[in-house]
C-alpha cells in the first residue's frame, strides 16, 4: 500500500514531535538526578533502559558512555531549586512611604534599614566627601539600603522578591545548601541588584539581565525614582545636621 503525501508527512511530525518529548523528558530526568547512576536507574525504569543492550537511539543515547554524557551535559550533578514564575508577571505596589535617615554608630557596617528608617554610621561618613556628597560610592551604598526599605515597606515586593521570579537574583542549591546569587542571599541580591541598576546599569545588564528586567518591572511600577528623590534629600539635610 502506497502512503499519501500527507499521511507520510503527518507520520513524520509525529515521530519528531515524539522523540522531541522524549529528549525533553530524558533532560529533566538528568536535571533531577544526583548521579549518573540514579539517572540511569529512571530511564530503566521509564524506558527500559538497559546499562547492557538498551539504548534510547532516538535521542542519540546508544550506550551507557552516550548515557553519561547526556547526564553530564544535563545536570550539574546537583538539584537546584526552581523559580517557575515570569518577570512579565510582576505586579507590585508601594504605599506613601516617608523615609527618615539617622545617625547610629551601633550598627554593624556603613548602613541599615528597619522599617521607613535608613541608619548610617560612621563607616559610612568615612566614604563621604563634603565637596562631593552624592558620589558613586556613596549613592551605592544609600540605593542598597532603599532597595532593602522597598523589600520591608511593600508586601507585594516582598513577595516577588522570594518568588524570584526565572532565577533573576540567583539561585539555590538544594543539594549543597546554598545561594548562589548577585549577593550572598536573596534579599542582599535583591538590595544590590537595584543600587547597580542606577549606578553600575551596564555592569547589572551584562552581568544579571535578568535582574536588570526584575529591577526595571519594580521600579516602573513604584515610580522608584520619587523615592531616591526623597532620600538622596533626607540625605543631604541629615550631612547638614551633621557637619
Ligand atoms: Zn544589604
Redesign the pocket.
Known amino acids: 500500500m502506497i502512503m499519501s503525501i500527507s499521511k507520510m508527512l503527518t507520520k513524520l511530525l509525529t515521530e519528531k514531535e515524539i522523540r522531541k518529548n522524549i529528549k525533553k523528558r530524558v533532560e529533566e530526568i538528568a536535571q533531577d538526578t544526583d548521579s549518573w547512576y540514579d539517572f540511569i536507574d529512571v530511564l530503566t525504569y521509564e524506558y527500559d533502559f538497559s546499562i547492557k543492550d538498551g539504548d534510547l537511539r532516538d535521542i542519540g543515547i546508544h550506550d551507557l558512555d552516550d548515557a553519561i554524557d547526556f547526564w553530564k551535559d544535563h545536570s550539574e550533578g546537583e538539584v537546584w531549586k526552581v523559580y517557575p514564575d515570569s518577570i512579565d508577571d510582576v505586579n507590585v505596589s508601594l504605599g506613601s512611604t516617608r523615609v527618615n535617615i539617622e545617625y547610629d554608630n551601633s550598627i554593624p557596617?556603613e548602613?541599615?534599614?528597619r522599617g521607613e528608617t535608613i541608619y548610617l554610621s560612621d563607616r559610612f561618613l568615612d566614604f563621604v566627601d563634603l565637596d562631593d556628597p552624592v558620589s558613586d560610592e556613596v549613592l551605592e551604598i544609600l540605593y542598597?539600603?532603599i532597595?532593602?526599605l522597598l523589600h520591608e515597606n511593600s508586601r507585594s515586593i516582598k513577595k516577588w522578591i522570594s518568588k524570584n521570579p526565572e532565577g533573576c537574583l540567583g539561585k539555590y542549591n538544594i543539594s549543597k545548601g546554598y545561594w548562589d546569587g548577585i549577593?550572598h542571599n536573596i534579599?542582599?541580591s535583591w538590595?544590590?541588584a537595584f543600587a547597580m541598576y542606577y549606578v553600575r546599569s551596564n555592569d547589572l545588564r551584562n552581568n544579571f539581565p535578568k535582574a536588570y528586567d526584575f529591577v526595571e518591572t519594580i521600579a516602573d511600577q513604584v515610580s522608584a525614582r520619587n523615592l531616591i528623590d526623597d532620600v538622596v534629600r533626607e540625605y543631604l539635610n541629615f550631612l547638614d545636621g551633621m557637619f
Open positions: 557596617g548602613a541599615r534599614t542598597h539600603e532597595g532593602h549577593s534579599t542582599e538590595a544590590q
